[in-house]
């Protein structure tokens, strides 16, 4: 047959960069397929499992990367793994940020912790045809500062002209940024807030809260997305195991906008 | 023409030569009651079987199959190879409706479900309506019964005299074609008997439940917490009724090791399980019993439709019959259809 | 063609297991099927990896444990003992016979008495034919 | 991703021609779990070990020798995260006769335990553990006193906790000793002196330990310390409260037998040498506390409870004597003249009751004494049913210490066996006692009667010749064996050590473990643990402070891997609970906990667990399955 | 209305006004046969029956309710359950008032796709000798009707119990509806793929079936639960039965007898034959 959709390809990881004390962020290439940012991908770790992951690195770039939290098993095992060990991918899967909507606008990115895994890609594109968009800001928080992904970047980041705010839930070492919860700092960037497009991305609480507070800043519901995450097994919407109230996050997400996601059903819905 | 005719005495020639030809599957009876298995003997076939206690849906979607296997050594990845060709014959027209279902979830594009696609492929379908639903059927609702199905090649009725044949797919003719001489052109009179038949029972089970399926799509919406919470109280989470399903296509996959090789495997899942939205930090969006069991109602009544324009319940009643604590989706269809 | 032999699992004792190496060095010779699992006791054994091995392939699987000396409250292979007994209940009951799993008391200078037990245990288990659980479980009624 | 390297030993090249080392090699690189597999010629060699250059975290499976012979010695080598023994010589190459055969089962084991090292953790052996460098003594006897100088004089704390007023035990009641017939307190007086003086030593008389928490190197012990009414920090000693007091009491240094007043000092050469009153007798006059210059007496103190948080504890409470009543046909406490050994050994000495002359209770002395053994040993009834170690040759330094006092007085000893053994003995004690014409009877006497002039009568059967007869004489001693004391058990049961069938703490091992306890850092030392002389206690002690010491230099604890419950999984069934040979698993509020002090590691529990919610290192069902069903595979 | 049902409505209704229970479980009759209710209300009583298709065993819906206070209608083999429970730990018998209901034997399950429409008694009532819960805090006598149609006892050794293995589907309904299977991860369910993957493999069917005798073993009460909720009929209590009766020759043991006798751990003491 060899046409099923479910059996990845071999890769091998070329690099391994320990990102916070329990994410490490692979790289493995070169890449088999081109996506969209906010797509992800299924890794396999061959024998021990499957698991979604964003895809974090640019689309331009040849290889693909993915930031990894150790959770469970498959998580784990990626941990334990070292370049030159091949691993299983499939992809790309989802409905990507709305590059299309984009144009023109500014845009502000909104993560927390791990959740800027998917965020990256869009920076990191939007970056590179910064003349085809607005101005871009984030606002970036995390439980603590080591545990903030990316932060050998982030001086890059800012001298390609992004508002960068950061913030930690709780500080610690030499931290002297803010200290507060995502939400603490939104009202921070600077931008045409009616027409900016908003992305965000981390877990289930932090963006029903960031949605909350995102409407009542005044940016327009229309122009808000967030990243949702749920558990799946085959990321094309054949396994059932995403299937929330007619969607399925595979298939329908994981990128969704405002008004969708008040549309699904409690539990997988923020709110 | 479509309908054809075929009398008991050549219906059993046609099962012995299929059987020559064909992996047959048919159904007969053992250990007490009814099941569906590969027989090289065609005799033993029960033709007046009520149906079988699990679904046919095995034979799609075996409870655990191969996905791929990965040898690391030789750096290659084997796929199952192509499913040998076979013949389901005498499922019931809700089974086989089942069937027409899936094809609507897992050949869905963009991506189509391999395995699947490649043994519905190899498969005739021949089902055998019921002229007798039994008390748990509710086929009439979703129309997938009790005298045509929707996802078989040929649809056999039993009348006074033989059995009406009615080739529903180019595979279908084929079939008849191929053993031409066994079948003849149904009269009008055997027509007429045929309609006549699909009224009459459908009438009588009209009288025992008549439910308006588009209205179903209220559930996504108005599904009462307290009715559900109710039937969590009693539910078991044992998943039977998933396994017993004909239409619970839900998977999930595991991963092996073999001497030389990493294996995966896939296999049947069940959304009453807590593991089955439960996610590695913890979260579950479903986090009750009966947020898992209003979800097991709305994906078949509501879910499914809004997603794959079908139903994902063709009233088989098996859930009903064999749910050890008498968890009975007619009283969903009731309440909100 | 290759004459069939039985595979046998031996799960040994820190104590018995010691036993099964003075077999070596005593230049006992004894059938290479028996294949030793080495646990710090015979209690930590649980009966569903018993029924597992039996699944897996095994034959026949063996306990060796240290003679039941009523030191403390508990001898220890006195919960392996009483493990082997319902099991060999279980066995009989299912149709499987319960000579496949046996208990056997060894100490740690006992290599000969391990090489011996174990040939007699082979043959026998020859004698029975191959169990083939995986083979019968999965056959076509 | 988890891999395992295969080091394959040819055992300096004699396992060549038994296995087929490449085929094994070839078979098993197929197993994608195998990430390198090297053939070496000596894996118990420094040499082989340091070319491997082997990383920290790899995963290694050692296919060589028993792994009794090469356990030690890798595991000092290579510092691999986990390593796998596989006995491929004695196991296969020296077992089979066909090459064939041999190979194969190398690769069965070989793959087995290549699965099982893959789910291996690292052994978590509880390294670093804090360990609180200060120890505990309980009970001042020559075991325990001797224990807590050596750990003093090592350099550590030592709490020394004793019942009575005074540390001492037995031995400061003793007379003369044997078989050298020293004064007995003239050997322990200096060394209980010395304990009270040594900064190291904190002896906390008058107390007794009521709670343990923690485990070896961190116990937290809960401390009752009685009430004395007299403040030990300002008691001089000076006596003058005793001198006004009104009331007498019996001391129970003398066994009851010379009085001492209700506020007193158990004996001369006590320590700590402070004034205590017995509240039992004491009217609360006053008295005392008015010709207190220190104003030292507190009638109304109270108990105390002191938390002590120590790294070993060693147990030397020492034991009781048999009680005589308890064998009617003595008439002891019945008759005036029969005596107990105690009794007998404070009459005689200088500073006893009677200033050392052997009287009867009517004044007249003693001539003919009889000593009776095993008074509750050696016998079904209500003592215990050993020997008593002692007695023997207590008796016959008794006998000589009769004789000593008065040429002319006979003694006779009725005994079963003697057993008296030692270095000394058989010259200082036995070969003078039958010089100095001791009658040796052998006979176990049914009765003492009392003949009308106060004297008693032996009635007894000697058994070397059968004959029946009767024997007068003055007075009677009573060899008394030993028995566990009475708050034996209750402290057993308190520091979770077990007892024996006697009533004795149970020793870890008899012979292998003598003086440890089945909780690690508990140690035993004295008669506790069955009965003994002075010279084998006192052994003890220092034996005991020795493995306290060897304990806090060890750096860190090693815990064997112990059963941990998963409470997450634990639905506290109860089911592992009576396997546990240790007692080790208790309840804990509705899921059951494993005290980490008890746990011997055995592994019972954690299968009879029906959902394996106790674990213990790898040897849980994944490990040992997947080893079984990568051996079995084909 | 037989009598004991209009008793046990009475009962019922009695309780719930006056508070001494939160709540009822009981059996009531729909249109899917007799099934589980839980009565909290007394103007609910009404739904109440007890007759012979009264046979899942109301006893593992207790763990549900561990700090109410619930009165349940049990047989007697259920009140052997609850007896065994508590000796486990896992019921307080103070939050439990045992509506004891004397029991003539239950009937077998006709099923979906089953060729036989006979009633018959089930086979485990037939070796039943508990009919009355052996704790109780009310009892209901069982009216004059007995049960007609019995059928004889079956023999364990006719069985060829891997061919009924192989039937089995591993859909957990015996595990689930067995009052004694409340572990937290059960073993034979997949969470230990060592064991048992995740996904059924029918070779580890017999690893399945004698895994769960074992932890049966002795703690089965022979309720049936297990057996009248299995899809494919396996005669689940004749296994158990059978290492029952190993435990009852080696102990002395039957279980949920009484209160008194500790459940003996597996283990041979000294001088006890194997
Ligand atoms: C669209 C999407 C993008 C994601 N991107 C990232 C990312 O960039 N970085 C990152 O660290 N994590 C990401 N996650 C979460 C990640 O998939 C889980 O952490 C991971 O599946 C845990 O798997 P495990 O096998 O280690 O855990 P286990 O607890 O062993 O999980 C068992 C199985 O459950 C499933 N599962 C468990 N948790 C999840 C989950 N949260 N989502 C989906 N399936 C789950 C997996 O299939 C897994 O094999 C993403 C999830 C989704 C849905
Ligand atoms: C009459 C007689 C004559 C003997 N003659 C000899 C002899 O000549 N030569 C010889 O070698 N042996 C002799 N022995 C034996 C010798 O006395 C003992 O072997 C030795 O004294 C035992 O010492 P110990 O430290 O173990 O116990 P002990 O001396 O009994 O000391 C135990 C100490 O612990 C204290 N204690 C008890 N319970 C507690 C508690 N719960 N908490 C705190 N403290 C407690 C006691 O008060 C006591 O101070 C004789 C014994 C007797 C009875
Ligand atoms: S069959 Fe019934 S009890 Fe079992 S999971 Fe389904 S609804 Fe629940
Ligand atoms: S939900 Fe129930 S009635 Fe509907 S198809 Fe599935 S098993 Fe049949
Ligand atoms: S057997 Fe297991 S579940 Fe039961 S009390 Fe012990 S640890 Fe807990
Ligand atoms: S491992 Fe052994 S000693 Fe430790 S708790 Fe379990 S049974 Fe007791
Ligand atoms: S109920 Fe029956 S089919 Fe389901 S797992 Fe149990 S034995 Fe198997
Ligand atoms: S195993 Fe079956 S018969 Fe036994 S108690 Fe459980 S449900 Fe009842």
């Known amino acids: 047959m060899g046409l099923s959709p479910y059996v990845p390809k071999p890769v091998k990881i070329v690099r391994i960069k320990e990102e916070t004390p329990d994410t490490k962020t692979i790289t493995i290439g070169p890449k088999p397929f081109d996506f969209i940012p906010g797509q992800f991908a299924m890794v396999t770790v061959y024998g021990v499992g499957e698991a979604p992951f964003s895809i974090c690195s640019t689309p331009s770039d040849n290889n693909l990367q993915f930031s990894i939290r150790k959770m469970g098993s498959v998580t784990t095992a990626i941990h334990e793994a070292s370049p030159g060990d091949e691993i299983g991918v499939r992809g790309p899967y989802g409905r990507g940020w709305p590059l299309g909507e984009m144009r023109k606008r500014d845009i502000l990115l909104v993560g927390g912790g791990i959740g800027f895994a998917p965020l990256r890609p869009l920076l990191l594109h939007l970056l590179e045809n910064s003349n085809k968009y607005g101005r871009i800001a984030v606002c970036y928080g995390a439980r603590s500062p080591s545990l903030l992904m990316y932060r050998d970047e982030f001086g890059e980041w800012m001298e390609r002209g992004v508002e960068l705010y950061l913030t930690v839930d709780v500080g610690e070492g030499d931290w002297k940024g803010n200290v507060g919860v995502v939400t603490t700092i939104l009202d921070k960037p600077n931008l045409n807030k009616a027409e900016t497009i908003v992305c965000t991305c981390g877990p289930p609480v932090m963006i029903k809260f960031v949605l909350k507070k995102l409407v009542e800043l005044g940016y327009s519901e229309e122009n808000i997305y967030a990243s949702l995450e749920s558990k799946m097994r085959c990321g094309i919407g054949k396994c059932g195991h995403c299937h929330f109230g007619g969607k399925h996050v595979c298939v329908d997400g994981p990128v969704f906008r405002y008004d969708e996601i008040m549309e699904l059903p409690r539990g997988i819905s923020p709110f | 023409m479509r309908m054809f005719s075929i009398t008991e005495e050549s219906l059993k020639v046609f099962l012995r030569e299929l059987s020559l030809k064909h992996v047959l599957i048919a159904p007969f009876e053992r250990d007490g009651y009814f099941e569906f298995d590969v027989l090289k003997n065609p005799d033993v076939i029960n033709l007046n079987y009520t149906n079988t206690r699990l679904s046919p849906k095995r034979f799609f979607l075996p409870q655990r199959q191969l996905v791929f296997k990965h040898y690391p050594r030789k750096g290659f990845t084997e796929e199952p190879k192509e499913y040998s060709s076979f013949v389901l014959f005498g499922i019931r027209p809700c089974d086989a409706s089942a069937l027409s279902v899936l094809d609507n979830i897992l050949l869905s594009p963009p991506y189509k479900d391999a395995s699947y696609e490649n043994r519905r492929k190899n498969a005739i379908v021949i089902s055998l309506s019921c002229t007798k639903p039994m008390a748990e059927c509710f086929c009439n609702v979703f129309e997938t019964g009790p005298i045509r199905g929707m996802g078989e090649d040929l649809t056999f009725t039993p009348t006074r005299s033989g059995f009406i044949v009615e080739a529903r797919t180019p595979r279908g003719v084929s079939v008849i074609e191929e053993f031409g001489k066994l079948f003849r052109k149904a009269d009008g009179e055997m027509l007429e008997e045929y309609s006549r038949l699909i009224s009459k029972v459908l009438d009588e089970m009209n009288r025992r439940l008549k439910v308006d399926k588009t209205r179903l799509i209220r559930i996504e919406k108005e599904a009462g917490e307290e009715f559900f919470q109710l039937n969590a109280q009693r539910c078991i989470e044992c998943s039977l009724c998933s396994f017993a399903c004909p239409l619970c296509y839900c998977f999930e996959t595991e991963d092996c090791l073999e001497k030389d090789s990493y294996v995966r495997f896939r296999g049947w899942d069940t959304c009453i399980s807590p593991l089955f939205t439960r996610m590695a930090s913890g979260l579950d969006p479903r986090v009750t019993k009966a947020d898992r069991l209003c979800h097991r109602f709305c994906h078949k009544l509501s879910r499914i439709p809004l997603a794959f324009n079908a139903y994902g319940c063709v009233g088989c009643g098996r859930c009903v019959s064999l749910c050890p604590a008498g968890i009975d989706i007619r009283e969903v269809l009731k309440k909100w259809g | 063609m290759v004459a069939w032999k039985p595979k046998i699992i031996a799960f040994t004792c820190w104590c018995s297991s010691s036993g099964v190496d003075q077999a070596g060095f005593e230049g006992f010779k004894y059938p290479a099927n028996v294949l030793t699992v080495r646990v710090p006791c015979s209690a930590i054994v649980n009966p569903s990896i018993v029924v597992k091995a039996l699944e897996e392939g095994a034959d026949a699987v063996l306990l060796t444990a240290c003679k039941p000396v009523e030191l403390r409250k508990i001898a220890p292979s006195r919960i392996t003992e009483a493990r082997v007994s319902l099991l060999r209940r279980l066995l009989k009951t299912v149709g499987v016979e319960e000579e496949r799993v046996r208990i056997l008391w060894i100490s740690s200078n006992e290599g000969g008495v391990f090489a011996n037990e174990v040939s007699r245990i082979v043959e026998e288990t020859e004698r029975l034919g191959p169990l083939n659980l995986r083979g019968r479980m999965l056959e076509q009624p | ?634 | 209305m037989s009598s004991p049902e209009i008793e046990l409505r009475k009962l019922a209704r009695n309780l719930l006004e006056r508070k001494v229970v939160d709540l009822v479980i009981g059996y009531e009759d729909s249109e899917a046969g007799v099934r589980p209710c839980f009565i909290k209300e007394p103007g609910e009583v009404e739904k109440l029956v007890w007759n012979p298709d009264c046979r899942l065993s109301l006893v593992r819906y207790l763990r549900g309710f561990k700090e109410k206070k619930v009165g349940i209608v049990a047989k007697g083999c259920d009140g052997r359950a609850i007896v065994e429970l508590i000796k486990e730990n896992q019921l307080d018998r103070k939050n439990i008032f045992i509506i004891a209901v004397e029991c003539n034997g239950v009937y077998k399950p006709v099923k979906y796709g089953s060729s036989k429409t006979r009633r018959q008694m089930a086979e485990y009532c037939e070796k039943c000798e508990v009919r009355v819960s052996p704790i109780k805090d009310y009892l209901i006598k069982s009216d004059e009707k007995a049960l007609e149609e019995k059928i004889p006892k079956g023999d364990v050794e006719d069985l060829d119990w891997l061919s009924l293995f192989r039937k089995c589907l591993r859909c957990m309904a015996c595990v689930r509806s067995c009052p004694f299977c409340y572990c937290t991860e059960c073993s034979i369910e997949g969470f230990k793929p060592a064991l048992v993957h995740r996904l059924v493999d029918p070779v580890e069917l017999f690893t399945f079936h004698l895994i769960r005798a074992i932890h049966m073993a002795g703690r089965c009460v022979e309720c049936g639960a297990c057996e009248s909720s299995c899809p494919v009929e396996i005669p689940l209590t004749r296994l158990y039965h059978e290492l029952n009766e190993w435990f009852r020759e080696n102990y002395g043991y039957v279980p949920g007898l009484n209160l008194e006798q500790a459940p003996p751990p597996l283990v041979f003491k000294e001088g006890e034959k194997p």
Not at chain 4, 126 to 138: H, Q
Not at chain 4, 370 to 393: H, L
Not at chain 4, 489 to 508: C, H, M, P, R, W
Request: charged share 25%; with cysteine.
């Open chain 4, 1 to 634: 991703m988890r891999r395992v390297t295969v080091l394959l030993c040819t055992c300096g090249s004699t396992l060549l021609e038994k296995i087929d080392f490449n085929k094994v090699s070839k078979e098993l690189y197929k197993n994608p779990l195998v990430k390198k597999i090297e053939i070496v010629d000596g894996l118990c060699k420094a040499n082989t070990v340091k070319s491997l250059s082997l990383d920290a975290n790899e995963r290694i499976i050692a296919a060589a020798c028993s792994s009794r012979l090469l356990e030690a010695v890798l595991k000092n080598l290579s510092n691999a995260k986990v390593i796998e023994f596989v006995n491929i010589r004695e196991q296969c190459a020296w077992v089979c006769d066909d090459k064939e055969d041999a190979s194969s089962k190398t690769i069965r084991l070989l793959n087995g335990s290549i699965n099982r090292a893959v789910r291996s953790n690292p052994p978590q052996y509880s390294d670093g553990l804090k360990i609180v460098r200060e120890a505990m003594v309980i009970g001042g006897g020559i075991a325990g006193v001797r224990c807590a100088l050596d750990i003093a004089n090592a350099g550590y704390r030592v709490y020394l906790i004793e019942k009575e007023p005074s540390i001492g035990g037995i031995m400061a009641q003793l007379d003369k000793t044997f078989p050298t017939l020293d004064c007995s307190i003239c050997i322990e007086g200096p060394l209980l002196s010395e304990a009270g003086r040594n900064k190291n030593i904190t002896i906390i008389p008058n107390s007794e330990v009521v709670g343990v928490k923690g485990r070896v190197g961190d116990f937290r012990v809960l401390v009752k310390v009685n009430p004395t009414y007299v403040d030990p920090e300002k008691c001089n000693g000076c006596g003058e409260c005793a001198n006004v007091c009104p009331v007498y009491q019996p001391n129970k240094y003398d066994v009851d037998l010379k009085p001492v007043k209700a506020i007193y000092c158990p004996f001369a050469q006590a320590v700590p040498l402070k004034y205590v009153i017995n509240k039992e007798y004491c009217i609360e006059c006053g008295l005392c506390m008015s010709v207190c210059t220190r104003a030292a007496i507190n009638l109304e103190d109270k108990p105390k409870m002191l938390e002590l948080n120590v790294g070993a504890i060693v147990v030397a409470v020492g034991s009781d004597l048999f009680d005589p009543r308890l064998k009617p046909e003595y008439h002891y406490g019945e008759y005036d003249n029969v005596i107990t050994n105690m009794e007998f050994e404070r009459i005689i000495c200088a500073s006893g009751p009677t200033g050392g002359v052997l009287l009867r209770k009517d004044g007249k002395p003693a001539k003919r004494v009889a000593f009776i053994q095993c008074v509750g040993s050696r016998e079904s009834g209500p003592g215990i049913g050993e020997c008593s170690y002692y007695c023997c040759a207590a008796s016959m330094k008794e006998a000589r210490l009769i004789l000593e006092h008065d040429k002319d007085a006979k003694v006779f000893i009725f005994y079963n066996e003697l057993r008296a053994f030692g270095k000394g003995w058989e010259d200082l004690l036995y070969r003078r006692c039958l010089e100095d014409g001791i009658v040796f009877i052998r006979s176990r006497p049914s009765e003492i009667k009392r003949s009308p002039n106060g004297n008693l009568i032996v009635v007894y059967e000697d058994t070397l010749t059968g004959k029946r007869s009767e024997l007068e004489v003055d007075m009677v001693v009573l060899a008394l064996g030993f028995k566990p004391s009475e708050n034996l058990a209750k402290l057993a049961a308190t520091l979770g050590v077990s007892v024996d069938d006697q009533g004795f703490i149970e020793e870890a091992h008899s012979k292998a473990k003598p003086l440890e306890t089945r909780v690690r850092g508990i140690y035993v030392a004295g008669t506790c643990h069955g009965p003994r002389d002075i010279v084998e206690s006192a052994v003890e002690g220092s034996a005991a402070a020795a493995l306290v010491i060897s304990l806090f230099r060890s750096g860190n604890v090693k815990l064997p891997e112990t059963a941990v419950v998963l409470e997450s999984k634990c639905t506290g069934c109860g089911r592992c609970m009576p396997v546990c040979q240790y007692d080790a698993i208790v309840r804990d509020g509705e899921k059951v906990r494993v005290l980490e002090s008890l746990c011997n590691g055995c592994g019972a529990c954690i299968s009879s667990c029906p959902q394996e919610a106790i674990v213990l290192g790898d040897w849980g069902i994944e490990q040992l399955a997947l080893q079984i069903s990568g051996m079995l595979g084909d």
